[in-house]
């Protein structure tokens, strides 16, 4: 037996992954209800805090049959993944609070997420929000 083998084979028996697991696309499962609706911070809010940290509620309209919901904030109006500042990809309720350490314009979004549908919905509106310079 080769040597090289040895560690090839466990390798692969790490990264493979198990075959069973996969489930194919479900056609008795419902397409996904419409997005989440941002409710807080309204698009366009600017914070009146200048201190630093600064804790940001996120808040947005349950989906019916949801179990959780991903979040994402953003430093860059084209959601960049590299400007991606702020991440629950499973929130299991319709707030979360984002801590966030710099002035500037943030953007977030919600999607929700089910067993019971074949996808996630839609990403929800885009909105944006200002913390001020406290330099200013």
Same mark, same amino acid.
């Given at each position: 037996?080769? /040597?090289?083998?040895?560690?090839?084979?466990?390798?692969?028996?790490?990264?493979?992954?198990? %075959?069973?697991?996969?489930?194919?696309? $479900?056609?008795?499962? %419902? &397409? %996904?209800?419409?997005?989440?609706?941002?409710?807080?911070? !309204?698009?366009?809010?600017?914070?009146? $805090?200048? !201190?630093?940290?600064? &804790?940001?509620?996120?808040?947005?309209?349950?989906?019916?049959?949801?179990?959780?919901?991903?979040?994402?904030?953003?430093?860059?109006?084209?959601?960049?993944?590299?400007?991606?500042?702020?991440? &629950?990809?499973?929130?299991?309720?319709?707030?979360? #609070?984002? #801590?966030?350490?710099?002035?500037?314009?943030?953007? /977030?979004?919600?999607? !929700?997420?089910?067993?019971? /549908?074949?996808?996630?919905? $839609?990403?929800?509106?885009?909105?944006?929000? !200002?913390?001020?310079?406290?330099?200013?």
């Amino acid at each position: 037996m080769k /040597w090289w083998l040895v560690p090839v084979a466990v390798l692969c028996l790490l990264a493979c992954r198990d %075959p069973n697991s996969y489930q194919p696309f $479900d056609p008795t499962n %419902p &397409d %996904p209800p419409d997005p989440p609706v941002l409710i807080y911070p !309204a698009s366009g809010w600017v914070s009146g $805090d200048f !201190a630093y940290p600064q &804790d940001v509620n996120l808040k947005w309209n349950e989906v019916f049959g949801a179990q959780f919901y991903q979040v994402e904030v953003y430093r860059d109006s084209l959601l960049r993944s590299q400007y991606l500042f702020y991440s &629950d990809p499973r929130a299991t309720h319709t707030l979360v #609070t984002a #801590t966030l350490p710099y002035y500037g314009l943030y953007f /977030w979004r919600v999607r !929700a997420a089910s067993r019971n /549908w074949n996808n996630y919905t $839609d990403w929800s509106a885009v909105f944006h929000f !200002a913390l001020p310079n406290p330099a200013r």
